[in-house]
């Protein structure tokens, strides 16, 4: 079965922090990369931040320095931690493997996403 779970999102205000939580399946924790996506209104969906199973991670410029992702090999579960957030990092974010895995091997699955706006 393939599963994805995002959850964490809210409202808050510039310069704030929430921590975003994702529960994955086995079959699509076991993937080599995990990373976190978001989609703001009007624009394509971009990767942001990605982690492989030995914990290498990498970042996309706008949040470098502000976001840090994590996973817990054994819940299955990665997280995004986001500090000194900005409205511009409006968006829903969803969890998920690399692109090329997504769209051979999950037939583009995506989860429900989990809303994050900042905004005073």
């Known amino acids: 079965q393939v599963q994805l779970v995002e959850s964490g999102g809210g409202l808050v205000q510039p310069g704030g922090s929430l921590r975003l939580s994702c529960a994955a399946s086995?079959?699509?924790?076991?993937?080599?990369?995990m990373g976190w996506y978001r989609q703001a209104p009007g624009k394509q969906r971009e990767l942001v931040a990605s982690?492989?199973?030995?914990?290498?991670?990498s970042y996309e410029d706008s949040v470098k320095g502000r976001f840090t992702i994590s996973r817990d090999n054994a819940k299955n579960t990665v997280y995004l931690q986001m500090n000194s957030l900005k409205p511009e990092d409006t968006a829903v974010y969803y969890c998920?493997?690399?692109?090329?895995?997504?769209?051979?091997?999950?037939?583009?699955?995506w989860g429900q996403g989990t809303q994050v706006t900042v905004s005073s």
């Open positions: 086995e079959s699509i924790f076991s993937r080599n990369i």
């Open positions: 998920n493997t690399d692109p090329f895995t997504i769209r051979t091997k999950f037939r583009d699955y």
């Open positions: 982690i492989t199973r030995g914990g290498r991670s």
